[in-house]
């Protein structure tokens, strides 16, 4: 493949890889929100598509059965005034899954919460095909319907838009560390930097600077219920294990709501069980929809949380994938423990 293909390859799945990318953000959104796994977000993002499809031909899908499949409308709606009335369609389709199915169940257990989402995922699906059928739908183009061909490949004008708008992201290393915190983006330090003069629930509430005053107590009390030390709250930071001012200096991590979350070694100075303790709390904290970078010497620590694993060795990269391959890498074990050792002990 000559570089020019790759480009265009990388235009390609910049596109695709942005729409998904849009999905996944919203399920992350609705969980945060709402408390549930909400497999329903694609049927709800569909059922817009469909909406949006049809104002856009001068028609509104109607849900309902009984009632007619659509409603004439006179004439084809704008961009702009199909966008808006579609975004409210779906907007009040949310609202009554969650007064009507989620609000109900909000104390009941994640499972069950998931279980209705799901519920609700084949129900919206087979109203959308009974309503609108299962064949492709024509849609006007949002921008100017071009084609460019690069190489072999052709490019559709829209994906290199979507792609022009993911690459411009910006860069978060360009700004100082407060800007980052409000940015989604929080880390630990491997040397704790926790006050032990200071109440546990004190050195969490220092970190709340980016939560509005008013959210910031139950923002605390969060923070430290997620990681399991909310009976610890009142107990100075410097008559705690190790293992526990670990969890006090995640839980300070976490009370901004970080989008990522990155862990400097925080296995270090656990032994065993207080190392299996803390992988439970991350894993917790991943559940929950944050995305977590995890650097560390602990090999079983990082093997049982992480789904995705890269291997460094003197600062270059010799594996990566999820934990299963790289138990089975033989240099990642001579790397880690000896070349006398085989890579089954990695299990």
């Known amino acids: 493949m000559a570089p020019v293909d790759h480009v265009a390859a990388l235009l390609l799945g910049l596109g695709n890889g942005g729409v998904f990318a849009a999905l996944a953000l919203a399920r992350v959104t609705t969980y945060r929100a709402s408390g549930v796994i909400n497999f329903a977000t694609g049927a709800v993002a569909l059922y817009v598509a469909y909406t949006y499809a049809g104002l856009r031909r001068g028609e509104l899908l109607v849900p309902f059965p009984g009632l007619p499949r659509t409603l004439d409308l006179g004439q084809p709606l704008t961009l702009a005034p199909a966008v808006a009335l579609a975004l409210a369609v779906g907007a009040l389709v949310g609202a009554l899954l969650y007064l009507l199915v989620f609000r109900p169940l909000r104390h009941a257990p994640q499972l069950t919460r998931a279980v209705a989402s799901l519920g609700v995922l084949v129900v919206l699906q087979g109203v959308l095909a009974i309503r609108q059928g299962t064949g492709p739908i024509s849609v006007a183009p949002i921008f100017a319907s071009q084609r460019w061909t690069v190489g072999t490949a052709t490019i559709p004008s829209d994906r290199a838009y979507l792609a022009l708008t993911v690459a411009g992201r910006r ?97 270090a100075g656990l032994d065993t069980t207080e190392s299996r303790w803390l992988g439970e709390r991350i894993r917790d904290i991943a559940w929950s929809g944050t995305g977590v970078l995890l650097v560390d010497h602990d090999v079983a620590l990082v093997l049982d949380v992480c789904a995705h694993v890269y291997v460094l060795d003197f600062g270059n990269v010799i594996a990566e994938g999820p934990p299963d391959a790289i138990r089975a890498d033989r240099a990642v074990a001579d790397a880690y423990l000896g070349g006398v050792h085989d890579a089954a002990v990695l299990a």
Not at 210 to 236: F, K, S, T, W, Y
């Open 171 to 267: 860069r978060l290393d360009r700004h100082p560390p407060h800007q980052r915190v409000r940015s989604g983006l929080a880390r630990t330090f491997q040397s704790l930097e926790l006050y032990d003069d200071l109440s546990v629930e004190e050195n969490v509430r220092v970190a709340a600077f980016a939560v509005r005053r008013r959210d910031r107590p139950a923002a605390v009390h969060r923070a430290l219920d997620q990681v399991g030390i909310l009976a610890l709250r009142d107990r100075p930071a410097g008559g705690l294990s190790q293992g526990e001012r670990q969890l006090v200096s995640i839980a300070r991590a976490c009370v901004t709501e970080p989008e990522v979350l990155l862990l400097d070694e925080p296995a």
